[in-house]
């Protein structure tokens, strides 16, 4: 009786085991795929970088996509983009009004053919302000704005658009809404922002947050704040809503700072070795993809890196800016121990700089005013390497003094403390005076002057004669 109860134990337990690792096998079964669909890239290439690094033409174009907002963003692409060669704004924005009007399915159907003709590479989406509309299902029941149906339909519309443009391969920049001066309004944006911020991470886009971009000092609204060169203007129309001028602009800047990041990790991307066909090797590598006919006559053959058949192998084309490399030799007589005259050859080694170093140490000129060369500090670090510095300190005729020459550079107060590491005594009332107690303020003595006329020192008056030369006629 006890040995069957130990089998029957033991069946127990392997059966027990097997149902475990099938509840395991099927939760890893879910687990996978969840995780597969983690954003990587908005656009289908081996580069790894959200832009594709070879866009149509070597031109980036943007479509500037939604409602009346998206209008005043294209006004400040339009603006921004002006002058940059790579990237190309098309000439007006693609309206798109909101996601929950009744007639959206039809809107984004329409939308899809217009970009099949010739989808641009970067698309900049806007909307929501015509999105604060209650739900209405076909069978005519009302959901208000921010309930959970309301939530859900809009994220499944961002979602349809999003989708659709993704299979287009364009890379979208999906701006958020700024912050409204109603405080219902305001609730609503920023639950409307969840939304389109969780779609666009899912659909592997960028958002552009911009609601913390136009916030005062408070945390709040305010139609008046610094625009890019930090001028305190009027960035608000008087609704509350949308923008002016200058708001437009600083709106454009959000999506600018995130696409120049991308540009430059797709440019960088561009010169991956083995990347793209002989066409795009010979625009990042045009000294070291050499193309010439092969044996067969068949053009386009990529010629073997050995050999004399190379042009300038190893050549790189220089960025601008770059200082190339200037080598030099130098012949000098000397006499040598036995009394003979011998000349020495010495090579003059000056490497090339690249021109993020020349730009990080050349100082910047102002249009307005001649720059002044500026005192040298040199000091070795313990890995024996000498860092050397340059700075301008103030000068007398600057500070309002009678514009004498400048002291020393080792007796002036900046070596003295920086350098020598001294300790600057303190003037009475300075910052920088500690001491305690403070001295109490010694009056003021005044002495009282006496009469001359009473003392008998003061002189007669001059008379007409001795008037100055110049007041005589």
């Known amino acids: ?56 033409g070597d031109v980036y174009s943007i479509a500037v996509i939604g409602d009346d907002l998206a209008e005043g963003l294209w006004y400040g692409m339009q603006e921004t983009f002006v002058s940059d060669a790579r990237v190309q704004v098309l000439p007006k924005p693609i309206m798109l009004n909101g996601l929950m009007r009744p007639d959206h399915n039809e809107k984004v159907v329409a939308l899809e053919e217009d970009l099949k003709r010739d989808p641009p590479a970067i698309a900049a989406l806007m909307l929501g302000a015509w999105d604060r509309v209650s739900l209405r299902t076909s069978s005519g029941k009302r959901y208000p704005v921010g309930t959970p149906e309301w939530r859900a339909e809009y994220s499944q519309r961002a979602d349809r658009l999003l989708k659709m443009l993704k299979r287009l391969n364009i890379a979208v920049y999906l701006v958020g ?77 959000f999506v600018e700072r995130d696409l120049r990041r991308d540009l430059k990790a797709a440019q960088a991307a561009r010169s991956v070795p083995l990347l793209g066909d002989t066409d ?27 050999g004399g058949d ?21 012949s000098l007589r000397t006499v040598t121990p036995t009394g003979k005259e011998d000349v020495v050859t010495l090579d003059i080694v000056r490497p090339a700089i690249p021109a993020s170093v020349v730009a990080l140490v050349t100082r910047k000129e102002s249009p307005d005013r001649a720059s002044q060369l500026g005192d040298v500090l040199v000091d070795r670090i313990a890995s024996g390497i000498n860092v050397m510095s340059t700075f301008t300190p103030p000068s007398s005729s600057a500070l309002g003094g009678s514009g004498r020459g400048r002291l020393s550079p080792t007796q002036s107060a900046f070596y003295r403390v920086l350098v020598k590491g001294e300790r600057l005594a303190p003037r009475p009332g300075r910052a920088d005076d500690f001491v305690w107690p403070r001295p109490e303020p010694q009056p003021i003595e005044i002495k009282p002057v006496a009469d001359p006329l009473e003392t008998g020192s003061a002189e007669p008056p001059p008379a007409i004669d001795a008037a100055p030369a110049k007041m005589r006629r």
């Open 280 to 306: 795009e090797q010979a625009k990042i590598n045009p000294g070291k993809a050499v193309v010439k006919d092969s044996a067969d006559g068949v053009p386009g053959d990529v010629a073997a890196s050995s």
């Open 310 to 330: 190379i042009k300038s192998a190893g050549a790189t084309t220089p960025s601008v800016g770059d200082q190339p490399a200037d080598n030099g030799r130098i």
């Open 177 to 253: 809404l700024p912050n409204m001066r109603k405080f219902d309004a305001n609730d609503d944006v920023q639950m409307m922002n969840e939304v389109l911020r969780e779609r666009a991470y899912l659909n592997g886009m960028k958002y552009v947050d911009s609601y913390a971009g136009f916030l005062d000092e408070s945390g709040g609204y305010s139609s008046w704040g610094p625009d890019l060169s930090g001028k305190t203007v009027k960035l608000r129309d008087v609704d509350g809503i949308y923008f002016t001028m200058a708001g437009n602009r600083k709106l454009a800047h």
């Open 1 to 56: 009786m006890p040995r069957s109860t130990d089998n029957g134990n033991l069946v127990f337990r392997t059966v027990r085991t097997m149902l475990r690792a099938l509840v395991i096998a099927v939760v890893l079964s879910f687990a996978v795929p969840l995780t597969a669909s983690a954003p990587a890239r908005a656009q289908d290439d081996s580069s790894g970088s959200f832009l594709a690094p070879f866009p149509k």
